[in-house]
């Protein structure tokens, strides 16, 4: 149990479907992120929210919607998916320092999304 | 583009046995971090190092920064079934919140 709570943990969704994926951290950080893990690829970040303000999109797809009304709180939101978005979405929080890049991030267990 | 190599991909070996998995780039970066990944879970911090030539122990772990700060290795000594997971590096650089993610290590230690 590191703090941060992921839901749901498992989503079927079809490319029409619109669904949201839900974070939730209790350790009282400022930062969260969206990471994607797939099967091939390291594990990418896509979402940085600092102080419930977007600091980085990196690059990601319009498709994928992030939302941050409260630094304990993070929604990924999701419609027209395709195929190749399947994989395990892990959001991640950390106590953003004045540096940066030294942080530890706490990972929760991630939701892993099925695109038919 | 800032690239996290790690070596070996996949690592099967026997409890007992003595491991090091690398971590190489071309970038430099500010620290550089270790993660260990069980199946169904998130990532979990190893440890965090920040200068370069630096070594840090973690029980069987010992962790190494390269002096010019763009590697760094992770040596197991005496492998336990419990050290069984997904190894990852991640990169920072100076002054960002951006951390880049290495391609990952999967060991597999045999009882």
């Known amino acids: 149990e590191t703090g941060v709570t992921q839901t749901p943990r498992h989503l079927v969704m079809g490319m029409t479907n619109k669904k949201s994926l839900k974070c939730e951290q209790h350790l009282g950080h400022n930062a969260m992120y969206w990471y994607k893990q797939s099967a091939k690829k390291p594990l990418e970040l896509m979402f940085v929210?600092?102080?419930?303000?977007?600091?980085e999109n990196n690059s990601v797809p319009s498709r994928f919607s992030p939302e941050c009304p409260n630094s304990s709180h993070l929604f990924l939101h999701l419609h027209t998916l395709q195929p190749e978005d399947s994989a395990l979405y892990l959001c991640?929080?950390?106590?953003?320092?004045?540096?940066?890049?030294?942080?530890?991030?706490?990972f929760g267990p991630g939701t892993r999304l099925l695109v038919l | 583009t800032q690239l996290l190599e790690q070596s070996p991909q996949f690592l099967s070996i026997q409890e007992g046995e003595n491991l090091t998995v690398y971590c190489n780039s071309s970038?430099?970066?500010?620290?550089l971090q270790w993660y260990r990944q069980e199946p169904g879970e998130g990532p979990v911090l190893l440890v965090t190092v920040v200068t370069g030539g630096e070594v840090k122990k973690l029980k069987r772990l010992t962790f190494q920064f390269g002096d010019a700060r763009k590697d760094s290795s992770l040596h197991i000594t005496a492998a336990q079934p419990g050290d069984t997971g997904l190894y990852l590096c991640?990169?920072?650089?100076?002054?960002?919140?951006?951390?880049?993610f290495g391609t990952g290590t999967r060991l597999k230690v045999l009882a």
């Open positions: 991640a929080s950390s106590q953003a320092g004045t540096s940066g890049g030294e942080e530890t991030q706490y």
């Open positions: 991640a990169g920072a650089s100076w002054g960002t919140y951006k951390y880049i």
């Open positions: 929210y600092n102080f419930k303000e977007q600091t």
């Open positions: 970038s430099v970066f500010s620290s």
